[in-house]
């Protein structure tokens, strides 16, 4: 399994950002695909900002992110998306992509992780 993050960037608070992460030679049927941040302050995050599972689209966002980010997926294409409004400084941090094999919803101790993409809110 790999797992490609990209769209990361430089966003003014208040702004939008749009991460993708691209799930290839994935073999299992059941999984939670989601997404966690991480900082030099805090490290990375054990709970996900947000996760979606693989079968039916089950969604869980931590409570920071509810309202403002958005799960959502290509299915087709294998692709998991994370839109972010109304980013603030808060939200800086590298975000990373990851997955856990499960039948179940499960936004922690993922299985496998992606490289991350850096995401900076600045004026």
């Known amino acids: 399994v790999q797992l490609q993050a990209s769209g990361g960037g430089l966003v003014q608070p208040g702004g939008s950002l749009t991460l993708s992460c691209e799930a290839s030679k994935v073999t299992f049927d059941y999984y939670t695909i989601g997404w966690f941040r991480q900082t030099p302050e805090k490290g990375r995050e054990a709970v996900g900002v947000?996760?979606?599972?693989?079968?039916?689209?089950?969604?869980y966002y931590q409570g920071s992110a509810k309202g403002r980010f958005t799960i959502s997926r290509d299915s087709g294409n294998n692709i998991y998306y994370l839109q972010m409004n109304n980013l603030q400084a808060e939200d800086m941090a590298i975000y990373y992509c990851g997955l856990k094999t499960t039948w179940a919803l499960k936004c922690y101790d993922m299985d496998i992780w992606g490289k991350g993409t850096p995401v900076t809110v600045s004026s």
């Open positions: 947000a996760c979606m599972s693989s079968d039916d689209g089950q969604t």
